[in-house]
């Protein structure tokens, strides 16, 4: 996945919808190409986080897909998950290098702020995620990214790019013009009647 640079699309799932309805969704879209499932931060009370995680692995794994937590990193440690991904640089960094014996996938939600990136780059996460692009019910925490951020960070490091927020097939083309390496999406892919197809044409937008 992101280790070795291939370009796509990375899809986040919601772990609140329906679950039944969910799986069948995500079974739909593993039949096209992506390169990563993560799990939003987003679970249930009452719901069974390691049963859910092991699921989702299963799916993931049986067409080479990636799997990564949002936030909770400790549940890297007793499931299947290949990674996790930060909405913040963690205040228990050390920590966590510590716990984690096995190897995994780590990536980081960047704004405008360019330490955070500098601080990625440093520690070697295995990517990075500007959000929001656009504005996006899903990313309504995050403030809409300068592209010209993103042009000084290409042109500075040479982390893997994901673009996230509110991207459709349509605005795609607007961002023709910076060099990225995937996008994220939740509500374009997983909201679409037939998730299949929104994933085909995402990636026809995207010349993949």
């Known amino acids: 996945m992101m280790k070795n640079k291939k370009k796509g699309i990375y899809l986040i799932i919601d772990p609140s919808m329906d679950e039944t309805v969910l799986l069948d969704k995500i ?3 593993l039949g096209e190409e992506i390169v990563a499932l993560q799990i939003w931060d987003n679970f249930q009370e009452t719901q069974n986080r390691h049963a859910f995680i092991e699921k989702i692995c299963a799916l993931g794994h049986a067409k080479n897909v990636p799997v990564l937590i949002n ?15 930060f909405d913040a640089i963690p205040e228990n960094w050390k920590e966590i290098k510590s716990e984690i014996s096995k190897e995994y ?3 980081l939600t960047c704004n405008n702020d360019l330490s955070d990136v500098e601080w ?3 520690n070697q996460l295995d990517y990075i995620s500007f959000c929001s692009l656009f504005p996006s019910i899903t990313s309504n925490s995050c403030e809409l990214v300068s592209f010209d951020t993103i042009r000084e960070t290409t042109k500075k490091y040479s ?4 673009l996230a927020g509110g991207i459709t097939p349509q605005n795609l083309a607007l961002l023709r013009d910076l060099d990225f390496d995937g996008i994220a999406v939740v509500s374009g892919v997983m909201n679409a009647k037939i998730p299949e ?12």
């Open 159 to 162: 982390l893997p790019v994901f």
């Open 27 to 29: 079974a739909k879209v």
């Open 105 to 107: 996938i780590i990536g």
């Open 120 to 122: 990625a780059a440093k």
């Open 71 to 85: 936030n909770h990193w400790h549940l890297l440690k007793n499931t299947s998950l290949d990674g996790v991904h």
């Open 197 to 208: 197809k929104a994933i085909q044409e995402y990636r026809r937008k995207l010349n993949l």
